[in-house]
């Protein structure tokens, strides 16, 4: 690989998971023991040394950062503003629980007044189904909402501290992204509005679920977060500077690469994966100026250790892991088309968005459970697409901020705006007449670890032994022809009866491939149904069970009220019962078995 940093960063990365998943740390003890004994004793030191690393780098952390899982109160003292929002101001406070100081969300009606002492509660977030908010909120470092106890202030006070923080706190990043959302908003409208949200300032709360569905199921969905393919964009022109001789020049090309870069992920809100983007194009474009050589896997090793070094919590972090696992694996699947003779280029472009899928899809399935069947296709005219959007883009931002004549301004909007919009209507037409995703949910997560891991270990042996690249590859298909029809569609044969836990329960009942849902809760029901479409289902069949309402079907299948608390009826061809004992806990009994829920818990299998 000439990437000496790569097992040592894979090695503190998977240290810091095993200080919270212990069972990962059997798995690494057993992987360093059986390279000790086939004598490669130093890779298995090397292993053994930074995975404790980074396990003990991620304890420290935790204790200096914890993350509350209960209500506190203490006397807070804020220092500074990092970042300004009308829905969310981020402030720099610390207390005796986070003596170095940590970022809180202000809850309070008017800014604190910085750097004096004043008593508040910090409040945990609250996690919803299986999203964890308050772990995703912890890998931006933040560690709660902080609520003032009473207000110590007078209101002519208030007004001055919220005045001063407007003039003073407010970052110039966050003043550039006003100016953008400003001008988006006024050139651009509905669904073409929401999307360069999306991919211009990372703001994806304009998305329509409609837009949410059709990238999900044609599994562009990745095009929406601020990744490498952005910033690649945006830092194209400078990269050119690197090619010309004169040191000056590639001089120049650095610093504003290293400006757009940064300055494009600020805009943007520091996602975690276009962090990643920016530091490797940054250590890239350094290596490029001084003619150093150095491998892109070791850029990439590079990029893991200092990120979870300074924030040990993006080890957990779904959006980090699904960066860096898709960007390896693209790393490794060029390294080994470089040897090709010919159709190098070729084998890129359809190459790509394959390897990536098998990089990712030990974290992206369980979590999303769609698979896109036509997923390369869409991927590779996506890259032309997507060029032609910056292209034009570019050319719409370059005039609106030079102020050019509104007959330029329009011009460039309106073609912007027609290209997206035949994009969207054109993914949305093959969306609704065609089948072209599938809900996974029933497969087994082991099957998809185990087919990445399949990936990774046959590329890494390519790479090794180049001379036999063809049987290699030969091997892996077979290893895939074997796990897929067996861990994979035999469990999709399978018809069984899901309890998934939203504020109420839901029970989720396969019928070969039409799932049908039964809440028990109106906002349940309309959760669900967004959540199974995102889910690749096709036309799932939602009905709500409101209390005191007897319900019946063409099945035989019915409920009967006893009481608003109490249910009884006939379910998938089985007696069952439905009662709950509070506003979040109950139990369900299907066919002589007891199930207990509560609000937002974890999913079960009934049968």
């Not at 962090?275 to 896997?297: C, D, E, G, K």
């Not at 080994?336 to 890129?348: D, K, P, T």
């Not at 069949?541 to 063409?554: E, F, M, R, Y």
Request: with cysteine; aromatic share 12%; net charge positive.
């Amino acid at each position: 690989l000439q990437a000496p940093l790569f097992i040592p960063s894979l090695s503190m990365w998977l240290g810091m998971l095993a200080s919270d998943q212990p069972h990962l740390l059997s798995i690494v003890g057993l992987v360093i023991i059986i390279l000790w004994g086939k004598t490669s004793r130093g890779i298995a030191l090397s292993m053994m040394l930074f995975a404790a690393l980074g396990a003990s780098h991620k304890i420290v952390h935790d204790r200096l950062q914890p993350v509350p899982a209960r209500t506190e109160c203490a006397e807070w003292r804020c220092t500074s503003s990092s970042h300004h929002d009308p829905l969310s101001m981020l402030y720099s406070c610390s207390s005796v629980y986070y003596p170095l100081g940590t970022l809180v969300e202000w809850t309070g009606n008017f800014p604190p007044a910085l750097n004096r002492s004043f008593l508040a509660q910090l409040r945990p977030f609250r996690s919803r189904s299986n999203f964890d908010v308050a772990r995703w909120k912890n890998s931006k470092g933040i560690s709660g909402k902080l609520a003032p106890i009473e207000p110590l202030r007078s209101d002519e006070q208030n007004l001055l501290n919220r005045i001063k923080a407007r003039a003073h706190t407010i970052p110039s990043a966050v003043k550039l992204r006003y100016k953008i959302k400003n001008a988006l908003d006024a050139s651009f409208a509905g669904e073409v509005h929401g999307f360069l949200y999306a991919i211009v300032i990372g703001d994806k709360t304009k998305l329509t679920f409609n837009l949410r569905s059709i990238f999900a199921q044609t599994g562009l969905a990745h095009l929406l977060a601020v990744s490498g393919y952005h910033v690649g964009l945006i830092c194209f022109i400078p990269l050119l500077f690197l090619r010309i001789n004169r040191l000056t020049w590639r001089l120049f090309g650095l610093a504003i690469i290293i400006a757009t870069a940064w300055g494009f992920v600020s805009v943007c809100g520091w996602p975690a994966s276009g962090s990643r983007a920016a530091t490797m194009i940054t250590l890239y474009a350094i290596a490029r100026v001084f003619h150093l050589q150095i491998n892109p896997i070791q850029v990439w090793s590079v990029t893991l250790i200092l990120m979870i070094l300074k924030n040990p919590t993006l080890a957990f972090d779904l959006g980090t892991q699904l960066s860096f696992s898709a960007v390896l694996s693209i790393l490794l699947f060029a390294q080994i088309v470089s040897s090709f003779r010919s159709g190098q280029n070729a084998s890129l472009a359809i190459g790509i968005p394959i390897v990536a899928q098998l990089g990712t899809i030990a974290t992206a399935m369980p979590t999303f459970n769609i698979f896109p069947f036509y997923f390369l296709p869409f991927n590779i005219a996506a890259q032309l697409a997507m060029t032609t959007i910056g292209l034009l883009f570019g050319a719409w931002s370059i005039s609106y901020a030079i102020d050019f004549p509104q007959v330029y301004i329009d011009f460039f909007s309106q073609a912007l705006s027609s290209w997206i919009s035949l994009l969207i209507h054109w993914l949305g037409f093959c969306q609704q007449n065609f089948v072209i995703a599938a809900n996974l949910e029933r497969t087994p997560r082991w099957i998809w670890i185990a087919m990445s891991l399949m990936f990774f270990y046959h590329a890494l042996r390519c790479i090794q032994f180049k001379e036999r690249i063809r049987s290699i590859f030969t091997q892996f298909v077979a290893s895939l022809l074997i796990i897929v029809p067996w861990g994979l569609l035999a469990p999709l044969l399978r018809n069984p009866i899901t309890l998934k836990q939203y504020r109420k329960p839901v029970l989720q009942i396969y019928e070969g491939s039409v799932i049908r849902m039964i809440a028990f809760d109106p906002k349940d029901s309309a959760a669900v149904h967004r959540r199974s479409i995102l889910s690749g289902a096709q036309d799932p069949v939602i009905t709500c069970l409101t209390p005191g309402k007897h319900w019946v079907n063409d099945k035989n299948e019915y409920f009967l009220w006893l009481s608003h608390e109490e249910a009884i009826g006939h379910i998938a061809k089985r007696p069952c019962n439905y009662r709950y004992t509070g506003e979040d806990k109950g139990t369900i009994r299907l066919e002589g078995s007891t199930f207990h829920w509560e609000s937002w818990g974890d999913n079960q299998e009934l049968n």
